[in-house]
């Protein structure tokens, strides 16, 4: 395979480093206080890693806490994207040196004998569990090994390794990963990545064929290698909030906008000329006159630290919708307070489009199902509020040397509170604003339109789902269809009921009431409005050519699909197959191309109709 180039700041083109070279650093740990029971990292290395225990872990927020050491580990795959985004040289995933980090058998920068260098470290959090109070959760099996920061890029990654064994917060489980769910995470995590969507990332998957653990049957462990710029969620709030840890929601705050943000000058502001900084080129259609609110909302810097958070995830939630993904599980603990999509379970793509799917089997309420989404993040963004109100309903007082080491006084606390309350509903709009604009964007994008018109909302997109939902068509399949159209092959409703019929399924017309003839009819009235709008965009001959590469460049030809895992899970655990995991990788980092040089049948399969008895497939949260 030919190295990754890779531009350096100076524009000469470097072929990445070795992990091990890579510019390291320990940031989170140097800046937020560690577990009491072990003050510095020598302390935790001399305590026996097979005494380690669940317990709470107070006014801390993280334990540092080695990797289990594991016997002949077997590299599976590595993501050729993540290494070029780490600057990690391509030919590193043959060294032994690389193998045995990334299944946690060596640590880089702490010197044993010396008893001093950097450490790894579990995460100290808390959550909402399916609207309940879960109490402290925490890192159970993901442990953080540095940060490394690419030369080229000055992007600074935390590697985390995850089933990397038990830590003070793996409550009553065992700290490991199984292969069939790191499988799952080591795909979806670079494949959203590679669909734009905000996510954690995943560098390796590593199986232990030595460990064999204990879920409904025995299955074999396995460590994925992942990594993202933050690992910090609304849970870390949660878990200080229900402590009553004043001090330490400011410090990590701070720590947030000054060392995950690019610093609190970069946050969004009333002011405009600041506020484009942050929302690059996404307009939100929320000027300084529209946040004018009643008197004494004023916002102080955290409550644009909050704002910052509120925006990421409301354009992650709009990519979410707008390529129907769904995380299935939707926690506090799992909602990243930098929009990342993060920690895969019982996830899913939509097959036929169906807003009341949940992925999830367990998931009776359908609380995390697909239409409920934007719903649920804002749910979890207010509980964030509710962890920020103090600091946030201090408005400008809020570094005033008693406010700051004694709270509020309580003739004052009925005032900060409604303030608080006012400022997060008026962030609830711009959270209604934001996602909006996203959704559209996206919207816009995927249907091969240059421009948004307001009536686009519901003569085109509305009409579209809803055809969709009553034919029960597949909803990412329905775009890439719809990009290899020409426009002028539209121009008779003979032509567009004909080329309706390329919708749907391999075995027909599906859905209560539905016929073929009625299916084509109202396929046919939805594809003479979108010729329409693609003539007003492209000009009189709709401009096929162009028009056809820029809507395949954002509807995915390949989507790893549920079936399209478990087979993959099949081959790999059951059957032994190596080969099939890079085919599969190789499709899921380039998902918009039309072929990718492997077995032409093959790769039609895993991107065509999905077996029927497949589709909207559930998983259990068992991983
Ligand atoms: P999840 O549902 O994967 O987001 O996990 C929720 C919480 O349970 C997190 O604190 C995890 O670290 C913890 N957890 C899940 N599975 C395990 C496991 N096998 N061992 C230890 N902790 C786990
Ligand atoms: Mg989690």
């Keep these: 395979m030919a190295a990754h180039l890779s531009n350096n700041k100076n524009g000469v083109d470097s072929v990445g480093m070795s992990l091990a070279d890579l510019p390291k650093s320990w940031t989170f740990t140097a800046s937020l206080p560690p577990d009491p029971m ?187 290698a992942r990594f993202a710029e933050s690992w910090l969620r609304i849970g870390t709030f949660d878990i200080l909030r229900s402590r009553g840890d004043r001090n330490l929601v400011r410090k990590v705050s701070t720590y947030i906008a000054e060392n995950v943000f690019d610093g609190w000058t970069s946050l969004p502001s009333r002011n405009s000329s600041d506020d484009g900084k942050t929302d690059g080129p996404i307009s939100t259609g929320i000027t300084p006159e529209t946040l004018e609110g009643p008197e004494g909302l004023e916002e102080n810097r955290f409550t644009r630290l909050y704002r910052e958070i509120v925006r990421r995830n409301a354009k992650t939630v709009a990519a979410w919708q707008a390529y129907g993904f769904m995380n299935g599980v939707l926690n506090t603990d799992n909602t990243s307070i930098m929009g990342l999509s993060l920690d895969f379970g019982p996830f899913a793509f939509l097959d036929n489009f169906d807003p009341h799917y949940t992925p999830n089997h367990d998931d009776h309420a359908l609380r995390y199902s697909y239409r409920n989404q934007p719903t649920i993040i804002w749910w979890n963004l207010v509980r964030l509020g509710e962890s920020l109100g103090e600091l946030i309903g201090a408005g400008p007082g809020v570094d005033e040397a008693e406010f700051v080491e004694k709270g509020i006084r309580a003739e004052a606390a009925d005032g900060l509170v409604a303030r608080a309350e006012g400022l ?87 859905g209560l009431g539905n016929t073929d003839a009625s299916a084509r009819e109202r396929i046919a009235a939805w594809l003479e409005k979108w010729q329409t709008r693609v003539y007003e965009d492209w000009g009189p001959d709709g401009d096929d050519v162009n028009r056809q590469a820029a809507m395949q460049a954002v509807n995915p030809k390949f989507l790893p699909k549920n079936w399209v895992l478990d087979e993959l899970i099949r081959r790999v655990e059951k059957g032994g197959e190596r080969e099939i995991l890079e085919r599969v990788m190789d499709m899921a980092l380039r998902p918009f191309e039309e072929r990718w040089g492997w077995d032409e049948a093959e790769e039609e399969r895993f991107c065509g109709d999905v077996p029927r008895g497949d589709r909207a497939m559930q998983c259990s949260c068992s991983s």
């Design 38 to 224: 072990f003050p510095t990292p020598a302390d935790a290395h001399k305590f026996p890693r097979e005494d380690v225990e669940p317990r709470q872990v107070k006014g801390a927020l993280f334990t540092w806490i080695r990797p289990e050491t594991v016997e002949e580990p077997e590299l599976l795959a590595v993501s050729s994207t993540a290494m070029r985004d780490l600057g990690i040289r391509d030919e590193e995933q043959k060294t032994e040196e690389f193998r045995e980090l990334v299944a946690g058998n060596k640590l880089l920068g702490w010197d044993a004998e010396k008893g001093e260098g950097g450490y790894p470290w579990a995460q100290c959090y808390g959550g909402w569990q399916f609207g309940s109070w879960a109490g402290q959760l925490g890192d159970g099996r993901a442990i953080s090994l540095f940060e490394i920061t690419n030369p080229a890029t000055k992007r600074r990654y935390e590697l985390q390794l995850k089933g990397a064994g038990i830590t003070p917060y793996s409550r009553f489980a065992d700290g490991k990963a199984v292969l069939r769910s790191s499988i799952r995470e080591f795909v979806v995590s670079e494949y959203l990545n590679a669909l734009n969507i905000p996510t954690t990332r995943a560098l390796s998957l590593t199986l232990l064929p030595k460990s064999k653990v204990r879920r409904e049957t025995l299955e074999p462990g396995a460590i994925v």
């Design 424 to 510: 997060i509903t008026r962030v609830g709009e711009e959270y209604k604003a934001v996602f909006l604009t996203e959704y559209k964007r996206l919207m816009t994008l995927r249907l091969g339109l240059k421009v948004h018109k307001p009536e686009d909302f519901d003569t085109l997109f509305s009409e579209a789902l809803d055809t969709m939902e009553a034919l029960e068509l597949d909803f990412n399949h329905f775009f890439r269809k719809l990009s290899h159209l020409r426009v002028q092959d539209l121009d008779t409703d003979q032509q567009r009921k004909a080329t309706a019929g390329v919708f749907f399924h391999h075995e027909g017309v599906t």
